[in-house]
Each structure stands twice: as C-alpha cells, then as structure tokens.
C-alpha cells in the first residue's frame, strides 16, 4: 500500500559536503522529494541537519560501527567520535529520529571495549541502537586475515556468524 508516487529527478553532487550539502537538501524541498542521502556522521553541521529536517528529513541511520579508536582503526573506520556524539544530539534537537548502527565481536576487540560502544549508544541522544555480530563473510579482508592467521572454518556454515571461527584449529 500506500499512496504512489512518480519518480522524481536525480540529483547527482560532488563529494563537498561543506557548504554544498544544505543547498542539495534545499534543493530537494523545492523538488517535493523527501529521499536524503546523509553523508559521513561525523561531519554533519547544524546548518546541514536543519536544512536536511526542512527538506522533510524525520530519520535517519548513522554508523557508529565500535566506539573505541583502535577498533576504529583496525576497520579503517575514520568516525570523529566526538563529532558524531554531538551529530545525534543536534539531529534529536531538531527533531530527527536517529537509530545508529553498531558491531560487536571484531576480531581481538575486548569486552571492554565492546562496552565502550554499548555505553556510547546509551549515553547518546540516539534514539535506537542496533547491534549486529560482525561476521567476517568469505571475500572480504577480515575473512582473508582470520584464514592468514589460521583460524579454523566450516566452508558450509560461511555468513552464519563468526562464532563458526575455531581459534584452536
């Protein structure tokens, strides 16, 4: 259900999020569309989130990923945390729904450090926090590295969760 709509134009803009993101979100108020492709959270401003919520942004998902710097850098994940903290703050002022995304369970990550990212989320303005086990699926440079570091796997239960690794094997 619901009402159908016809598609509307296609915007394509350059990776200069400064000064050119609030003009593509006006842009698309005054096109009637309501799609909002946010950039990286870190380095969304006031003036982006409040033309964003002007074009008809209401909710949007942001990436927190692990809230600890060396798991960060181990994923080549580049989050200011700091600045995404105060992204979710301004985007719960002005009145956008904020759900972050978040993994759990990366190759040597702590439980420690695991509830760094959970104590994040709950100290946050975020509105929701979903928490995925990370699963190191065949192709990908974790998969590769856990193979080279000669962890075990059952070729058959691949995407099922990295609890299918045997450090002992």
Same mark, same amino acid.
Request: glycine share 8%; hydrophobic share 40%.
């Given at each position: 259900?619901?009402?159908?709509?016809?598609?509307?134009?296609?915007?394509?803009?350059?990776? %200069?999020?400064?000064?050119?993101?609030?003009?593509?979100?006006?842009?698309?108020?005054?096109?009637?569309?309501?799609?909002?492709?946010?950039?990286?959270?870190?380095?969304?401003?006031?003036?982006?989130?409040?033309?964003?919520?002007?074009?008809?942004?209401?909710?949007?998902?942001?990436?927190?990923?692990?809230?600890?710097?060396?798991?960060?850098?181990?994923?080549?994940?580049?989050?200011?945390?700091?600045?995404?903290?105060?992204?979710?703050?301004?985007?719960?002022?002005?009145?956008?729904?904020?759900?972050?995304? &978040?993994?759990?369970?990366?190759?040597?990550?702590?439980?420690?450090?695991?509830?760094?990212?959970?104590?994040?989320?709950?100290?946050?303005?975020?509105?929701?926090?979903?928490?995925?086990?990370?699963?190191?699926?065949?192709?990908?440079?974790?998969?590769? %590295?856990?193979?080279?570091?000669?962890?075990?796997?059952?070729?058959?239960?691949?995407?099922?969760?990295? %609890? &299918?690794?045997?450090?002992?094997?």
């Amino acid at each position: 259900g619901g009402p159908k709509r016809k598609p509307g134009p296609t915007y394509h803009v350059k990776r %200069q999020w400064g000064q050119r993101v609030p003009v593509f979100a006006q842009a698309m108020a005054l096109a009637g569309d309501t799609l909002l492709v946010a950039g990286p959270p870190d380095i969304m401003d006031e003036e982006y989130i409040m033309a964003a919520r002007e074009a008809g942004a209401y909710h949007w998902a942001l990436a927190v990923e692990s809230a600890t710097p060396r798991i960060q850098k181990l994923i080549r994940k580049r989050n200011k945390l700091d600045k995404l903290f105060e992204t979710i703050r301004l985007s719960d002022k002005h009145g956008v729904f904020v759900c972050t995304f &978040n993994m759990l369970g990366f190759p040597t990550e702590t439980e420690e450090e695991m509830y760094n990212t959970i104590n994040y989320n709950l100290d946050s303005a975020a509105h929701m926090a979903h928490f995925f086990v990370v699963t190191p699926f065949h192709g990908t440079q974790m998969f590769d %590295q856990l193979v080279a570091k000669g962890m075990g796997l059952d070729p058959d239960k691949i995407g099922h969760g990295f %609890q &299918n690794f045997d450090e002992n094997n």
